[in-house]
């Protein structure tokens, strides 16, 4: 099984093609997120989708390489239990991710309890899916308050990922955000998100 990122990188031609089924929801990582959502409701394992495919249902439309999902300790443990070799395997031994067989791509999972950025205790944890999931096209995803103040705790506290904060600035700009939706946001986030906020709004005034 070839890697699909490697697939990406080494082909430039079948790379662009993909970029461009990507919009269209008809790329492989596409085809692997609605693989692995049917997979987990059939087995009733809760999931949210996070990351990049997130961004993409909530509006912000960007090209990812694998697809990220919520789940619980529980969940992690049954899904690999009841999906290991039957169409996934781990990229390695030991490994909490696993890989779509048919596509290469990778499927990332985050963990309930533990914690966004840099892994530290902070007042901000990753949530039970179940609580915090919209439907979206039949997928469960992310809900947006939640998908941004996560982003916003893993910006903050690991220089490694100021990327999630651009993310959180794309989702400003594209949705038309307002500053209000900081009341919605845990506190430990707030005042970051007003200052996204006032960021986006500046740029937009400059000539």
């Not at 394992?45 to 789940?71: K, S, W």
């Not at 100021?162 to 993310?167: I, P, Y």
């Not at 600035?169 to 007003?194: C, M, T, W």
Request: with cysteine.
């Amino acid at each position: 099984m070839i890697a699909y990122e490697q697939l990406l990188d080494r082909d430039r031609r079948w790379a662009f093609r993909e970029g461009s089924m990507h919009f269209e929801k008809e790329s492989a990582v596409h085809k692997t997120l609605e693989r692995i959502a049917q997979r987990l409701d059939e087995l009733c394992i809760p999931y949210a989708v996070v990351g990049g495919m997130a961004l993409f249902f909530h509006g912000l439309r960007r090209f990812t390489e694998d697809v990220d999902l919520l789940v619980t300790r529980e969940g992690l443990q049954e899904l690999h239990r009841r999906l290991e070799g039957l169409g996934y395997l781990p990229p390695f031994a030991g490994s909490k991710h696993l890989r779509d067989t048919e596509s290469g791509v990778r499927i990332e999972f985050l963990v309930a309890g533990d914690y966004p950025g840099d892994g530290l205790p902070k007042p901000i944890a990753f949530p039970d899916p179940a609580a915090v999931s919209v439907d979206i096209e039949g997928i469960h995803f992310l809900a947006l308050p939640t998908l941004i103040e996560l982003k916003l705790a893993s910006g903050m506290t690991n220089p490694g990922r100021l990327k999630d904060l651009g993310d959180v600035q794309g989702l400003i700009a594209n949705l038309g955000l307002s500053e209000n939706l900081a009341s919605e946001l845990h506190p430990f986030v707030r005042d970051k998100y007003v200052e996204l906020w006032h960021g986006v709004q500046s740029s937009r005034s400059e000539p």
